[in-house]
């Protein structure tokens, strides 16, 4: 086969262990994205597809929207706080310190931007890690 000649063939190797590290960054990453939504929308709510079955018993897809919560307050000064979940539980930032002091919401973004970039290159995994 002409084909099979021109093109360079090789083994494929199947990765059959999932490194848990980059499991950790994408799910964190994927945690901020929502917050950066929602901070952009107050109305924000994620979409899920589920299949079920009606009273005739036939399958169908429905829509879904699952509540996505704010890792942020707003104090009655304007301030924001901000602080960065993985999963239930809260990260630290630093050696005592857990969240974030903004001047106002107007910043939170940019922040939040900022976190996601940092949780992309690895710059959080010894934060989740603990």
Known sequence: MELL???QLTR???????NP??????K??????????????????QISVRTVADDSGELREVEVSKRVLRCWHVGADGTVELT??????VLELAKGMDAVELVSKDELVGV???FKAAAEL???DDMIAA
């Open 5 to 7: 000649k021109t093109l």
């Open 12 to 18: 494929y190797q199947r990765n059959n262990r999932n």
């Open 21 to 26: 590290v980059l499991q950790r960054r994408i």
């Open 28 to 45: 964190l990453a994927v945690g901020l994205s929502e917050q950066i939504q929602l901070a952009k929308n107050p109305n924000y709510k």
């Open 84 to 89: 960065l979940r993985y999963g239930s539980r």
């Open 112 to 114: 939040l931007e900022q």
């Open 122 to 124: 690895g710059e959080m």
